[in-house]
């Protein structure tokens, strides 16, 4: 039954006209044809009803791609979501390391390379997957966070720990705050 769900009903209009019309030129000829004029006749009603199979079973094709579509964006919504609310917290965590930072202190924070690669890594995968211009930016948001934060903290702990400066600190803070709002939209919460 649900075979033929999804076909038009112009398409069964134009069937049964088709079909009537051949049955009732059936019927009136029957006594009248020869063995080839049956042939032909079983023919032309065989093609009929073989372009009407075909149609009918494209459609259905059609029909369960389009839901085997959906179930897959479905799920692919759901990993996105999941993933991307996870890696946001996990950024915001990386850089809420650096919240205590004052002018004139030196970093005695070490920032593990793989930490950082793992965290580009998962911010390369949301950004592939995000659906809209709200879930980029705010991806994009966290990875220039994440890498502004990094190099900073890289420069100052590089030869030496060379304590911050003002700038420094007002930079760190504005990252952080930055990836705050990008965290709390991706978790869907107000600040």
């Known amino acids: 039954m649900t075979f033929w769900m999804g076909v038009p009903r112009a398409l069964w209009a134009y069937c049964a006209t088709v079909f ?11 006594f009248c044809l ?10 032309a009603i065989g093609s009929i009803a073989a372009i009407m199979g075909a149609f009918a079973i494209a459609n259905d094709q ?5 839901d085997l579509r959906a179930e897959s964006e479905q799920a692919n919504a759901f990993q996105y979501e999941v993933e991307a609310r996870w890696m946001s917290s996990d950024v915001l965590d990386f850089l809420n390391q650096f919240i205590g930072c004052r002018e004139a202190l030196p970093i005695s924070i ?15 995968w949301c950004r592939q997957r995000a659906r809209d211009r709200d879930q980029l930016e705010a991806i994009g948001t ?3 966070s994440l890498m502004q934060t990094n190099r900073l903290v890289l420069a100052r702990t590089y030869i030496g720990f060379t304590p911050l400066t003002d700038e420094d600190v007002k930079l760190l803070t504005g990252l952080r705050n930055e990836a ?12």
Do not use: C, F, P, T
């Open 110 to 124: 070490k920032i593990e390379d793989n930490d950082v690669a793992d965290l580009l890594e998962r911010l390369a």
């Open 62 to 66: 059609r029909k369960r791609d389009r």
């Open 34 to 43: 020869s063995v080839s004029d049956w042939a032909a006749w079983v023919q």
């Open 180 to 191: 705050l709002g990008a965290w709390a939209l991706i978790q869907g919460v107000e600040l």
């Open 20 to 30: 009537a019309v051949g049955g009732v030129i059936a019927v009136r000829s029957v």
């Open 142 to 144: 966290l990875r220039r």
